[in-house]
């Protein structure tokens, strides 16, 4: 059966897109730590990312590195946080999270119930900071 991930690549569940390339995608949780908190995930559906191919864990840092520095562009916390947990949906994917402390990382704190405006106004922040950027690999 397909993951959640790959329901949301195919379109089959709405997901507020921030980037598109051939091998990946990255979009906003729905339960974000903190405003920005962003996915990389690869369209390949993949549990581990220990069994990726280091062309696709190379390509996937590359993306989580731009997307990252829009996200320290757009809120300007301390770090941008970027993790591999990988126990809650079976398909790699990769955290970018603005932090500005450990507690930051933590998902306990993550919210439940966020307002669709604000999922949709981080979601904007992050493409017009991509664009800025020159990235034209920016979803729509």
């Known amino acids: 059966m397909a993951s959640v991930f790959t329901k949301i690549i195919n379109g ?7 980037w598109k390339d ?10 974000p730590i903190k405003p920005g908190h962003t996915l990389v995930v690869p369209r390949e ?3 581990h990312w220990l069994d990726l191919a280091p062309d696709l864990l ?14 320290q562009a757009a809120w300007n916390p301390d ?11 079976p398909h790699t994917h990769i955290h970018l999270i603005p ?7 933590s998902f306990a704190n ?13 979601a904007q922040t992050i493409r017009d900071r991509l664009r800025a950027m020159g990235c034209e690999q920016v979803a729509d």
């Open 22 to 31: 051939e091998r990946c995608v990255a979009f906003l949780t729905i339960n």
């Open 110 to 122: 993550a919210e439940r119930k966020p307002a669709a405006e604000v999922l949709d106004q981080a």
């Open 79 to 89: 770090k941008v946080g970027m993790m591999l947990a990988g126990l809650e949906v």
């Open 58 to 71: 190379d390509h996937l840092t590359r993306v989580s590195q731009t997307i990252g520095r829009a996200i």
């Open 45 to 47: 559906e993949i549990d």
């Open 99 to 105: 932090i500005w402390g450990l507690q930051d990382l």
């Open 12 to 18: 089959e569940i709405p997901g507020r897109f921030v």
